[in-house]
């Protein structure tokens, strides 16, 4: 075997592998820092041994037991045994042995590294960025590009995330009870931000970003997997599969967006909506689970004109209790004016006018725009359309924004 090929199989496997590597050296050192050093030591080794020696029979495994052995060298040079029994409750007799171990022992480590991941200690983009980097395996660089920031904020911001977790003092650990649930919900809203900021780029010149949705759809299932009686975590998984499923249909060839009653339905993944509905019959009454509810609606609907917007409009009602909010209101109001008529939602849309959270917000002007288009006041809606071209950050949307506004002033609806 060549260098090269060496090369690419380490780092296909390491891609695959790393978060697992991480988390089961995690339950050794204690510190998710020196935990992935040491997995990119076990790296190291591999672009050096395996050249000669060529790629092991389970090359994962082998990673996995190299990092183990170094970080219980580490541990045996930086400390006694007697300070660590003091310190730990047991002795480095009890760590288990640096072999191949089985995929479901490290499954359990790998829940302890999500958990600890996306601690509530850490803001928001800071678990994001850690979470992408250890659990979704990308780069500095890579998670710089999806969220339109600099290398050096992203490595800044997951070195902080990391001394944070070690000044902390938090333990690698699933929490149980009251603190179980808030770390969960920290857990889940990691994952749906990711998927979200995939699903509909903020800003930049592409809509959609698919490897992050590829890795937040990714870490749902682990999690549907590792956590099979935690009814939200499906309604979730639910969600994002459902989501995820009209991917192909969201873009035309070009990259430009294409809106739900223009979608070719044909280009929904059924395989991916069988899966939604699949992980929906597991969900609970959450707020994840409803919106699954909601996409479940809208996959089950084989034209836009079959969609039940009565049922949609409904749940918005229930998902608006769930977690009050202005966009969820927003969404509301879209759902009531295609159950009940543009006039209705023109009238909940311009309750949110003055809401604080909707300024700068440019679906306002956007949802706005349409529902005057509907009632046929086109110069009101092209105004409304080229305030939310101006307010987008996204290229993808204010062309089409401004296609749209042209577009209703030639007698279109």
Same mark, same amino acid.
């Given at each position: ?31 998710v820092g020196i935990a992935e050093e ?127 977790? #070690?000044? /902390? %003092?938090?333990?690698?650990?699933? =929490?149980?009870?009251?603190?179980? &649930?808030? $770390? @969960?919900?920290? !857990? +889940? ?11 509909? #780029?903020? /800003? %930049?010149?592409?809509?959609?970003? =698919?490897?992050?949705?590829?890795? &937040?759809? $990714? @870490?749902?299932? !682990? +999690?549907?997997?590792?956590?099979p009686a935690e009814p939200e975590?499906?309604?979730?998984? /639910? ?175």
């Amino acid at each position: 075997m060549t260098e090269r090929e060496a090369a690419g199989a380490v780092e296909a496997v390491f891609r695959i592998e790393s978060a697992r590597i991480i988390a089961a050296v995690t339950r050794i050192v204690r510190d998710v820092g020196i935990a992935e050093e040491l997995a990119q030591d076990a790296l190291v080794a591999a672009l050096e041994q395996w050249p000669r020696e060529g790629v092991p029979e389970r090359p994962g495994a082998w990673l996995t037991a190299t990092a183990k052995h170094r970080a219980v060298d580490l541990v045996r040079r930086r400390e006694t045994y007697a300070r660590k029994l003091a310190e730990m409750g047991r002795s480095l007799a009890d760590v288990p042995a640096p072999e191949p171990t089985e995929p479901d022992d490290i499954d359990d480590d790998l829940l302890r590294l999500i958990f600890t991941a996306c601690h509530p200690v850490l803001s928001a983009p800071s678990r994001i960025a850690l979470t992408l980097r250890l659990l979704g395996g990308l780069t500095t660089p890579e998670i710089a590009r999806a969220f339109l920031t600099t290398e050096p904020a992203v490595a800044q911001r997951i070195v902080r995330a990391k001394r944070t977790l #070690a000044r /902390a %003092g938090v333990p690698f650990e699933v =929490p149980s009870g009251a603190d179980r &649930a808030q $770390r @969960l919900s920290s !857990v +889940l809203e990691v994952v749906y931000l990711i998927f979200n900021e995939g699903y509909s #780029a903020t /800003a %930049g010149d592409d809509l959609l970003r =698919p490897q992050l949705c590829e890795d &937040a759809l $990714r @870490l749902a299932r !682990v +999690l549907a997997g590792l956590m099979p009686a935690e009814p939200e975590v499906h309604g979730l998984t /639910a969600l994002l599969e459902l989501q995820a499923s009209r991917t192909a249909a969201r873009t035309g060839p070009d990259g430009r967006p294409v809106l739900l009653a223009e979608q070719n339905r044909a280009r929904w993944d059924r395989l991916l909506i069988r899966r939604g509905f699949a992980a929906l019959q597991r969900a609970g009454t959450g707020s994840y689970s409803v919106q699954a509810a909601i996409a479940a609606c809208h996959a089950k609907a084989v034209r836009y004109e079959d969609t039940d917007w009565a049922t949609i409009a409904a749940l918005y009602g229930r998902l608006l209790v769930l977690t009050p909010s202005p966009v969820v209101a927003l969404n509301r109001a879209v759902a009531v004016s295609m159950a009940e008529g543009p006039a209705a939602g023109l009238e909940l849309v311009d309750a949110l006018a003055t809401e604080p959270a909707l300024r700068g917000y440019h679906l306002l002007p956007s949802v706005r725009g349409d529902l005057l288009a509907r009632l046929g006041r086109a110069a009101e809606a092209r105004a409304e359309f080229e305030r939310a071209a101006e307010l987008t950050r996204n290229e993808r949307e204010r062309e089409l924004l401004r296609e749209r506004a042209a577009w209703v002033m030639e007698g279109g609806v």
